[in-house]
């Protein structure tokens, strides 16, 4: 094997587990996909390598930001402080380790409800600020990870460019 052909599996690798760190934000999602599109451009060393990178790393830049943007919004909208979302990110780590895979979850939703519920004093009204919030975050994940399998569907086109000419 080539050095080309072992950097297009491992930075593949690496971009598969940099989409999973986007819907399971363990793992620095869309900057993993950054990154191995960067190892692709310096190992191959050529045009193709380099658009591929810039417009991939243009993608990622997007989703990230735009993610921010819509999820922070909205939040702002229904004024859920950055409190419980510290609080909801705490219990999602515990979770994660009391619960195999979906304790991630779980943890965040309880932790910003039980923070929500602390801070308005209102089950109700609780309920609905942190389903928002959970909402808001959805979102943001879903257009983050559009964006990066956008920028992995953009390598994958300049893979194939690279040793179809080569």
């Known amino acids: 094997m080539t050095v080309t052909v072992i950097a297009a599996i491992l930075c593949a ?10 819907i399971v934000p363990i793992l620095p999602g869309s900057i993993l996909v950054g990154l191995a599109l960067l190892v692709w451009a310096v190992t191959v060393q050529s045009t193709t390598g380099w658009v591929i990178f810039a417009t991939g790393a243009l993608l990622v830049t997007v989703g990230m930001t735009s993610s921010a943007i819509l999820t922070g919004r909205r939040m702002k909208r229904r004024n859920v402080p950055n409190r419980s979302l510290l609080v909801g990110l705490g219990f999602a780590v515990v979770g994660l380790f009391v619960i195999p895979v979906v304790g991630l979850f779980i943890g965040f939703a309880a932790g910003l409800l039980l923070a929500e519920y602390t801070r308005q004093r209102d089950f109700q ?3 609905s ?3 928002e919030a959970l909402k808001a975050a959805g979102v ?3 257009v983050e990870c559009g964006l ?4 992995a569907s953009a390598w994958v086109v300049g893979v194939w460019i690279h040793f179809a000419a080569a």
């Open 13 to 22: 690798a690496l971009i598969l587990v940099g989409i999973i760190g986007v």
């Open 125 to 127: 009204a609780a309920i």
């Open 129 to 131: 600020s942190s389903w």
């Open 140 to 142: 943001g994940i879903l």
């Open 148 to 151: 990066a399998c956008l920028a």
